[in-house]
């Protein structure tokens, strides 16, 4: 339900706005910095979909070694 949450908010969007967006992050944060930054949301998003779906770490252990 978040996906289609952020697709419609996504899809509202024109090429402009994404593109001031864009421009926006870079001036905050630099070009060296955004990679780190996505880095590190992604592994919260994997982190609290693990989470939610009840996995532990011993799980996912025990997933990467099969």
Do not use: C, Y
Not at 7 to 36: A, S
Request: glycine content about 18%.
């Amino acid at each position: 339900m978040s996906m289609l949450l952020i697709l419609g908010i996504i899809g509202g969007l024109g090429g402009t706005e994404i593109f001031l967006i864009v421009v926006v992050l870079l001036l905050f944060f630099g070009g060296k910095r955004i990679p780190e930054l996505a880095k590190g949301l992604g592994k919260g998003i994997r982190e609290f979909k693990d989470a939610s779906s009840g996995k532990s770490g011993e799980e996912k252990e025990v997933q990467k070694k099969d």
